[in-house]
């Protein structure tokens, strides 16, 4: 009796553990890109591979995840969407797919900013990245225009919350108050999620051209209102009801400015296993190396472009390939009184001769 009742605990735990773990949630996605239904657990430090694969971009290692797939060779999203929640483990969305989060490292998408301007270096695509550690947002190109009255510091993002068109005279507040410092903060990130798919819908025509865009939103809102109330408490409650129709609105109004052709996930974790931390850089840094985990600084057994230089030269050597077949069949079909540009181009005499 007692090892079925342990056995029981312990199946039962496991199943728990499946589904309240920490969780990666595609809430928006084109129909090129599908998602395959189960638990596929992917590792927290391979989400910048996953956007970077996303968006068709090549990775040094293999991914190894096989719940995406890409059904179409010539089109790509537009727009990338990572907005990650700490604090919480899961939210209740309405969703395209959801994945169990293993190893929840912190991670930045700065390898695949580096990616999108040194393949788009004249079309300057919008990379638009917000961190509650550093509070930074840092733009090139078309984004200076469109984000530069974006506020960005807590100061500039609470004296929003005092104009017209507040997010505070449109959200069911319940228990949460305008004069808590916590609170303050989590109501901060919702405006800024409200201010970016403003601007975004008042300036379409960047979803337009022809390099993809790169959102990146972290989100400490709510891990600050549970350490501030607790997890059972009514506040933690309404903030994340708050936060979970926010972010379906945001989710929503970001996939119908980019036509459909946006990817947007959400990334929720309870807490990271090492602390966040973010080192400011340019975007254009970019440091080449072999091999640090080899002693003998070997180089890899393959290059980074390795796909794309393989697919050039397959398709140009089946291109010449053919192109030979033809001329050789046209040429041994060929009859030379029709034909031939050395019989026709000869005057009557000499042939006559």
Do not use: C
Request: proline share 5%.
């Amino acid at each position: 009796m007692h090892r079925s009742f342990t056995a029981l605990f312990v199946f039962y735990a496991a199943l728990t553990a499946g589904i309240h773990g920490d969780r990666l949630t595609v809430l928006k996605a084109p129909q090129y890109v599908t998602y395959q239904e189960g638990q596929w657990p992917i590792s927290g430090e391979k989400i910048p591979d996953l956007v970077a694969l996303t968006m068709g971009f090549s990775v040094r290692d293999e991914l190894g995840w096989p719940a995406m797939q890409m059904t179409s060779l010539f089109q790509r999203p537009q727009a990338s969407v990572m907005l990650v929640v700490r604090g919480v483990d899961s939210l209740d969305l309405q969703s395209v797919a959801s994945y169990p989060l293993e190893n929840p490292v912190p991670f930045t998408l700065d390898s695949v900013a580096n990616t999108m301007h040194m393949l788009f270096p004249d079309d300057t695509p919008v990379v638009l990245q917000l961190a509650p550690s550093e509070e930074r947002l840092y733009m090139v190109g078309k984004a200076n225009t469109v984000f530069e009255d974006l506020p960005v510091t807590l100061q500039q993002i609470r004296g929003r919350l005092s104009q017209d068109g507040s997010v505070l005279n449109s959200l069911p507040l319940s228990s949460l108050s305008r004069n808590n410092e916590a609170d303050l903060l989590f109501l901060s990130e919702v405006q800024v999620l409200h201010d970016i798919a403003a601007l975004l819908l008042r300036h379409k025509h960047l979803a337009k051209d022809h390099s993809p865009d790169l959102f990146s939103l972290e989100l400490a809102g709510l891990e600050e209102i549970s350490l501030r109330y607790g997890t059972d408490s009514p506040q933690f409650t309404d903030a994340t009801k708050i936060l979970a129709s926010v972010l379906q609105k945001f989710a929503e109004d970001v996939s119908g400015i980019y036509s459909g052709n946006a990817v947007v996930e959400v990334v929720t974790v309870k807490s990271f296993e090492a602390p966040v931390t973010r080192r400011s850089r340019s975007i254009l840094e970019s440091k080449q190396i072999s091999n640090p985990s080899s002693q003998f600084n070997l180089a890899y057994k393959y290059n980074f472009e390795y796909a794309v230089i393989f697919n050039i030269v397959l398709w140009l050597m089946i291109a010449l390939a053919l192109a030979v077949i033809a001329i050789a069949y046209n040429l041994w079909n060929m009859d030379p009184g029709y034909d031939s540009i050395i019989y026709r181009m000869t005057n009557q005499k000499i042939r006559l001769d």
